[in-house]
Structures are given as structure tokens and as C-alpha cells.
């Protein structure tokens, strides 16, 4: 593993460093944890990140329990961590954006050094981080206002003509298939604009601008509405362990993942190897209110929904109805804002569904 920005990575040990990324908008930035575990055995490099969303704290807090949980005695390779990339959302909790320029980063890879602060803090990310590494993983979650069924996002082959973007899709597949969340959803253009107070520079996700470098990808998301869910931490330590399973970076699983293993026990009784049901849905709809007011969901995360289906209302400050929402689709709702009140276009939820 050749990262400059880390420096020099000591074969057979964890290490701390306290990061400052490169891009003059980030200057005065405080410096960024990250920490490295480079075995004395040669392997993929893997780097996993939270904090793309600085409210999202199941995913930032797995990133820091796995920094605290893998030996690099027991493992292949090396793994990278980032707990928070968006370090001035997340002190000042602020949801969706990048409090400094309004933007959400998740909406602007793979960046610009000359663009606005999240331009260049996801250009940094790509350029020091993502295209050093083997396989990338960026782990989200319901962001503050928001609930969500645990699932993975991936790019989809579907429409790749190039053979190279193919074989980099069908690798990120097998990742997300690996992780072992209930959900994949593999597509194949960019998620929707504008999941926040303002659309990004019409740029790419994460996983997606990662693809496209050449670097096999996912996004994976648990937990939500500003908490801090052990099941949902549990879920996304598991899910990393699985993806380094999958890559040959673990081969005794049993001796290192014993804590997230005994905190998986909440929501399902099934052990944790057995191959958990995944359903692969291609098409993901976001649905919006026209109207502002009072958000009146009738369906929660997880909920199968039928095409025509009433699955909520949004009414005004005197009671009276502004609009009934109804499901373009047959499909499941991977997402919900679980807050009552809403803006004009403001975002409900997003469903996920097989192409028709
Ligand atoms: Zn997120």
C-alpha cells in the first residue's frame, strides 16, 4: 500500500494518523482521524470511510469499533479507516449538507481542487484515499431526520458497454451480495439531485465516481434518526468483516468479530454466518411533496408497498388535506422522513423496486 498521505505503513501494525487533506478550501481544517491496519501478509487494500454525512453516527461509530476490533496479526492487506469524512457537519449536526458551503458532498464526487469546500474534500477523498485502494467501502445510514431498512447500493452493469466498467461493476455486485444486508440495489445512472437544502454540482455518489476510477465500490447504509442503534453498528461491523471475508483479507473469521457477532442478536435470531436473504431491486424512486406542511406517513422502513397504494398525506397548519401520496410502484421503503414537518419538494422517502 503506497498512500502518500499516510506516510509509511508499518507492516504487522494498527496506526493512528491525524490527516490534513490537500485543497485550499480546507486549509484550516482540523485534522481528520484515520487509522491504518497493515498486516505482515500481502493483500487487497481496503478503505472504508464514514461521515460522508456528518449525522449519520451508526456508520462513523463502526468505522471507529472496527479501527478497535481488527488485529493486523489476523488479517491480509491493509485497511484504511476514515470514521468522519465530513468532519464540520458532523460537529455541528448538521444533516443532508456541508455546513460550510451548503452542499451535500454525496452529490459532488469525484470532486473538483477548484470547486467549493465539498468539491474539493471529495476530490482529496478520491485522489488520497479511494484510488490507492483495491476496494472502497462508504458506510451511510438514515441521516438525522430520517429511518431507514438497512440495504447496500452499488453500480449495476446493466448499460456498461466498456468491459473494464463491467468487470468493476460485477466486482462491486459481489461486495454488495457479500455485505449481507437485506437490500441491494444495483443501478445503473446516478441516484437523484438534490437530497438536501440544495443539489450538488450534478456530480456522482460516492461508490459510483469510485466505479468509474476503476475501484470496485459500495455504500452501505444502517441506523438513523440521530441515534445511535447497536444493532445498526453491529450490522455495518458484520458487513465490513463479510466484504473482507469476501476479498481473502479474512480467513478466520470466528477469532476477531466475536463482539459484533454477540451484538447481532436484537433483530434476528438466525445465527450470523448463515447466508442472510438478500433482494436485489434495480430502480430507486424518491418521492416528494409538493407541498410544505405536516407529514402524516402511513408506512415505515421496511414496509412493502403496492403501485396506487395511499402511503401517506401531507396536511396544512388548519388540518385540512394538501395531498394524499401515492406509490408509482410495487417495492419497499428503504427510507422514510420520519419528521412531520416538511418543505415544498421537500423529500419523503425513497422506495425501491425491480424494473418493471
Ligand atoms: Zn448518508
Given at each position: 500500500m503506497h498512500s502518500p498521505i499516510l506516510g509509511k505503513l508499518t507492516r504487522g501494525k494498527a496506526q493512528r494518523h491525524l490527516v490534513k487533506l490537500p485543497g485550499a478550501a480546507l486549509a484550516n481544517d482540523e485534522p481528520r482521524p484515520v487509522i491504518s491496519i497493515t498486516s505482515a501478509k500481502p493483500g487487497p487494500v481496503l478503505f472504508v470511510n464514514a461521515?460522508?454525512?456528518?449525522?449519520?453516527y451508526p456508520a462513523i461509530e463502526a468505522v471507529i469499533r472496527l479501527s478497535k476490533t481488527l488485529d493486523p496479526k489476523k488479517i491480509a492487506g491493509t485497511v484504511i479507516l476514515m470514521p468522519v469524512m465530513n468532519l464540520p457537519a458532523f460537529r455541528s449536526r448538521?444533516?443532508?449538507?456541508?455546513?460550510?458551503?451548503?452542499?451535500?458532498?454525496n452529490r459532488v464526487f469525484?470532486?473538483?481542487?477548484?470547486?467549493?469546500y465539498s468539491e474539493q474534500m471529495t476530490h482529496a477523498l478520491i485522489n488520497e484515499f479511494v484510488v490507492h485502494a483495491d476496494a472502497y467501502i462508504d458506510l451511510h445510514g438514515g441521516d438525522i431526520p430520517e429511518a431507514l431498512v438497512p440495504f447496500v447500493i452499488c453500480r449495476s452493469e446493466?448499460?456498461?458497454?466498456?468491459s473494464k466498467a463491467r468487470d468493476v461493476a460485477g466486482r462491486s455486485r459481489e461486495m454488495a451480495l457479500a455485505f449481507e444486508l437485506p437490500y441491494v440495489l444495483a443501478v445503473s445512472k446516478p441516484i437523484q439531485p438534490a437530497k438536501g437544502r440544495r443539489a450538488g454540482g450534478g456530480g456522482l455518489s460516492s461508490y459510483a465516481a469510485a466505479a468509474e476510477k476503476g475501484v470496485p465500490s459500495i455504500l452501505a447504509e444502517a441506523g438513523g434518526v440521530g441515534q445511535m442503534q447497536e444493532d445498526a453498528v453491529a450490522l455495518l461491523v458484520q458487513g465490513v468483516i463479510n466484504v473482507m471475508r469476501h476479498l481473502g483479507?479474512?480467513?478466520?473469521?470466528k477469532s476477531h468479530i466475536a463482539d459484533s457477532e454477540t451484538n447481532l442478536k436484537s433483530k434476528s435470531k438466525?445465527?450470523?454466518?448463515s447466508a442472510v436473504a438478500t433482494t436485489v431491486l434495480t430502480k430507486f424512486e424518491w418521492l416528494y411533496t409538493k407541498y410544505q406542511g405536516v407529514w402524516y406517513p402511513k408506512v415505515g422502513p421496511g414496509d412493502l408497498v403496492k403501485k396506487g397504494q395511499e402511503i401517506g398525506t401531507v396536511g396544512d397548519l388548519f388540518g385540512d388535506t394538501l395531498e394524499k401520496i401515492v406509490s408509482p410502484?410495487?417495492?419497499?421503503?428503504?427510507?422514510?422522513?420520519?419528521?412531520?414537518s416538511v418543505l415544498e419538494n421537500g423529500l419523503l422517502m425513497g422506495i425501491g423496486a425491480k424494473e418493471a
Open positions: 461521515g460522508v454525512h456528518g449525522g449519520e448538521t444533516p443532508f449538507v456541508c455546513p460550510i458551503d451548503n452542499v451535500n458532498p469525484p470532486g473538483d481542487p477548484a470547486g467549493s446493466a448499460g456498461l458497454a466498456d483479507m479474512i480467513a478466520d473469521a438466525k445465527p450470523a454466518h410502484v410495487n417495492g419497499v421503503i428503504l427510507f422514510l422522513t420520519i419528521n412531520p
